[in-house]
Nanobody, 121 residues
């Protein structure tokens, strides 16, 4: 069974940068949209950034100009470069991927386990 393995979270000071990574644990037949979501304590999970297989992107207004999503299709991986981090970016970040594990399986959305990002001085 495929898993999405995340890494790169941690503690950073305001204004700092972090790069999150997420990769599928096994070879995948096809991946469509790959995204990053986040959930802060007491809040609903929200979309941070999405990247379709054709290259179109979608960013939350709060991160535009600061965060960049990218992917490496050969590695079945997605990345989130986060610059100029603010305390309000503190949350658990989750990657997601809409994918087919084999050509015979339906497309399904898989989620990573989440990685904590804390922005604090």
């Amino acid at each position: 069974q495929v898993q999405l393995v995340e890494s790169g979270g941690g503690l950073v000071q305001p204004g700092g940068s972090l790069r999150l990574s997420c990769a599928a644990s096994i070879s995948i037949f096809s991946i469509n949209t790959m995204s990053w979501y986040r959930q802060a304590p007491g809040k609903q999970r929200e979309l941070v950034a999405g990247l379709a297989s054709g290259g179109s992107t979608n960013y939350a207004d709060s991160v535009k100009g600061r965060f960049t999503i990218s992917r490496d299709n050969a590695k079945n991986a997605v990345y989130l470069q986060m610059n100029s981090l603010k305390p309000e970016d503190t949350a658990v970040y989750y990657c997601s991927a809409d994918l087919q594990t084999t050509r015979w399986d339906p497309k399904f959305r898989y989620w990573g386990q989440g990685t904590q990002v804390t922005v604090s001085s």
